[in-house]
């Protein structure tokens, strides 16, 4: 199974295990993780699982759609490597991939 890690802002950081398939997000949630709100349930309708993907996994991620990329243009401080952690589904090729969770509030 693909394993993520999540980096907390303070620094922390937890490794899942990830079933293909799941999104970044619906992990985080079920495993309680801090960090990923998650307001909408997944549907790409607010920035609230707002995530900062490490540099060198974006290129290996599907492109944002139109609408991620509208919604990430809403969230405090976006950065390049903003995405949505619902929006990152997990494929066995993403095996290993770091996300990071922003300051609280920056969602």
Known sequence: MPKVTYVHFDGS???LEVRAGQSVMDASVQAGLPGIIAECG????C??????VEESWLDRL???????????????DP???SRL????????EL?????STPEPGNQ
Do not use: K, R, W, Y
Request: proline residues 9%.
């Open 85 to 92: 952690a619902c929006q990152i589904i997990v494929t066995p």
């Open 42 to 45: 997944g549907s790409c309708s």
């Open 79 to 81: 950065q390049p490597n």
């Open 47 to 52: 920035g609230t699982c707002h995530v900062h």
């Open 13 to 15: 950081s937890e490794t």
């Open 95 to 99: 095996d290993g991939l770091v996300v």
């Open 62 to 76: 599907e492109p944002a759609t139109p609408d991620e990329a509208d919604l990430l243009g809403f969230v405090i």
